[in-house]
């Protein structure tokens, strides 16, 4: 591990000075991806701004009916917060399906949405990736990429700089992307908001980056606005063993019916882009109409319909369909 | 970088200089000579350095030793209150609950932090009613709630009905 000097700040405005004063430095919230990332040499900061303790751990009520949640809420307490149970189980049950208990216990919300891809070839150093290590070429495209994206993803060849078919690990992510959920940063510049659907970014020409953080900025905290009234949630994910494991693919589903038909729907999708993938051509086509078989089937396929299936990761194509049809049926009563 | 820590392990209070890139695995194990931690992966995936800090289970191996300036931490050998066993550490033993015993002191904490959450009402992913507020620990919901700890010699099928017993026994489980 490269050597580092470890700073705490006494305040947030002052922990963002001491960042922004180092272009190789970073944070460290809970520590359970960037600690291992430092191990295995993909993460190398030399200094590290320690903002667990200086970030909030409350979970508080917005006017108007939402939540704001501190960037230092572990996961397990956001997954266990009655609130969140009550009002987002979509959400509840996308951080429990999540990790395990140790690292709920000490992993923190703002850290969760900045988590690395786990791709094989980005915590190899040994192995080319455009994502570590700029230029270097992919080596996920032509090698084991069962895992990888089928939608958003960048390819161009295993040797172009800006191949990039990793995806985005996190579950939490998944809901808040369903529940339109507002990040709320400080940085350098001061304190802005960003609708979470604009803080991941897909490869494009540039893979090194995950997300539009400029250096500096410090997630402070997450709100979630309310859902309208009659919402039904759920969070749904399937992977290669019943516990501790990735998604394969996974849906985060919320809705709500009026006089029988979709009144509002939110659909995002995880373990298929380099982003979690709100389903807005999915949302498109059921506004409006009545929940069946047949509509739900037709409104999946126009999601996927933009996929780009490699040779070992194809099923993920229907598995999504798949997922998002029965979590809909389920979720509306339409299968009963 | 070095920095002057304290760190309180099963009560011990140790000041002590570490190397900024120190575990607090490591420091228990290599500076503090408690071997009750055990490193399996050493990347957070299999348990083996599971420890109770300020109370909440977490793998010793991904926390850095200066972020635990000053907290307390217990290893399943400081569940040993006054030299006695913890009724974990007996129900492991009426029930056969492992085989070469590696990533016990591992499954200890991970236990004992699961009596503690669902002693809290937290819910599990396969958790029926998420809204209950209180939490049953039948099988199913123990063997999610350890899937944290992995156990090369599979002794799986005795440590679910070891930690059930103490559930039992403590009211976390009908």
């Given amino acids: ?336 | 970088m070095d920095i002057q820590i304290t760190l309180r392990v099963d009560g011990v209070q140790a000041p002590l200089s570490v190397d900024t890139r120190t575990t607090l695995l490591d420091a228990m194990r290599d500076r503090l000579r408690n071997t009750s931690p055990k490193k399996g992966c050493d990347h957070g995936q299999c348990g083996a350095c599971t420890v109770l800090l300020d109370g909440r289970r977490v793998n010793s191996c991904l926390v850095l030793a200066v972020t635990a300036d000053g907290a307390e931490v217990t290893t399943s050998d400081g569940l040993a209150a006054g030299g006695q066993p913890h009724a974990l550490h007996r129900s492991f033993v009426e029930y056969d609950a492992y085989q070469c015993g590696y990533c016990t002191p591992g499954q200890i904490c991970s236990a004992a932090g699961v009596l503690a959450e669902a002693a809290q009402g937290w819910p599990s992913t396969v958790t029926e009613d998420l809204t209950a507020g209180t939490a049953d620990l039948t099988d199913a919901e123990i063997r999610e709630r350890m899937a944290g700890n992995l156990c090369r010699c599979a002794a799986y099928a005795h440590i679910v009905p070891a930690v059930a017993a103490v559930a039992g026994a403590q009211g976390v489980r009908r």
């Fill in chain 1, 1 to 336: 591990m490269r050597e580092f000097r470890y700073e705490r700040a006494t305040d947030l405005a002052g922990a963002v000075a001491t960042l922004a004063a180092a272009p190789d430095g970073a944070y460290l919230g809970g520590g359970t991806n960037l600690v291992d990332l430092m191990k295995l040499g993909v993460a190398t900061p030399d200094v590290l701004v320690d903002v667990r303790e200086l970030t909030s751990t409350a979970v508080e009520e917005l006017p108007g009916g939402g939540l704001r949640i501190g960037a230092a809420v572990p996961n397990a307490d956001l997954g266990a917060d009655r609130r969140v149970r009550e009002r987002y189980p979509v959400l509840a049950q996308a951080l429990l399906s999540g990790a395990s208990g140790q690292l709920r216990n000490r992993a923190t919300t703002g850290g969760n949405l900045l988590q690395r891809t786990r791709c094989s070839y980005f915590t190899d150093v040994t192995k080319p990736c455009n994502k570590r290590a700029p230029g270097s070429g992919c080596g996920a495209l032509q090698g084991a990429h069962r895992n990888h994206a089928v939608l958003g993803a960048t390819i161009d060849g295993p040797d172009s700089p800006v191949t990039c078919i990793a995806t985005h690990p996190s579950d939490m992510a998944v809901a808040m992307v369903a529940l339109d959920a507002v990040v709320q940063v400080l940085g350098p510049d001061g304190e802005r908001s960003i609708p979470i659907a604009g803080l991941h970014r897909l490869p494009g020409d540039d893979p090194s980056r995950d997300t539009t953080l400029r250096h500096g900025e410090l997630i402070t905290a997450i709100d979630l606005p309310p859902l309208p009234a009659g919402t039904v949630s759920r969070y749904r994910k399937s992977r290669d063993r019943a516990s501790f494991a990735f998604a394969l693919v996974s849906v985060a589903v919320a809705v709500a019916l009026e006089d029988g038909v979709v009144a509002d729907v939110r659909l995002a999708l995880g373990g298929v882009a380099h982003k979690p993938w709100r389903a807005a051509a999915a949302e498109e086509a059921l506004r409006g109409q009545p929940p069946t078989e047949a509509a739900v089937t037709a409104a999946a396929r126009a999601e996927l319909a933009a996929a780009t299936p490699l040779p070992e990761n194809g099923f993920k194509v229907p598995l999504a369909q798949n997922l998002l049809v029965r979590t809909l049926l389920d979720l509306t009563g339409a299968s009963r």
